[in-house]
């Protein structure tokens, strides 16, 4: 397998977790760069693999790559509801912590969206891959 095949099968696999994590939860996914106004219905998932990068390897055993990609979470609450973390964010980040993936980063950001409070969070990932 030539290592162009292999890291396009690494972001395959991630595609597939984001993708089977979001059919379980019933999430709806949308493209990463949708407009939060656009998004049709609520909770929705969004990704995209946002780098990767090599490093030399010891022993000349083939090359280290890491693979980072942000997932986020969006969803309508009520205004009167204080932003604050919630347990579907600890949800997203247990099933990928459980998947071998490390987590990166975690932001949210509350928005009023009208009647209501539009809540993003953004949850950054990483998996590393020794790849010939």
Not at 9 to 29: C, G
Not at 101 to 111: H, K, P, Q, R
Not at 119 to 132: C, D, F, G, Q, Y
């Amino acid at each position: 397998m030539t290592l162009g095949q292999e890291i396009l099968d690494v972001l395959e696999t991630i595609r597939a977790d984001v993708k089977s994590y979001a059919d379980s939860k019933q999430y709806y996914l949308i493209s990463h760069d949708t407009e939060p106004d656009l998004i049709p219905r609520f909770p929705a998932l969004a990704y995209f693999v946002s780098a990767i990068s090599a490093t030399p390897s010891a022993l000349n055993l083939g090359g280290s790559y890491e693979f980072t990609a942000t997932i986020i979470l969006y969803k309508k609450l009520p205004l009167s509801q204080d932003a604050q973390p919630d347990e579907e964010v600890a949800d997203v980040i247990n099933y990928f912590v459980g998947k071998g993936y490390e987590i990166a980063s975690v932001g949210l950001e509350d928005t009023s969206a009208g009647t209501a409070l539009l809540r993003r969070a953004e949850i950054s990932i990483k998996l590393s891959k020794l790849l010939r």
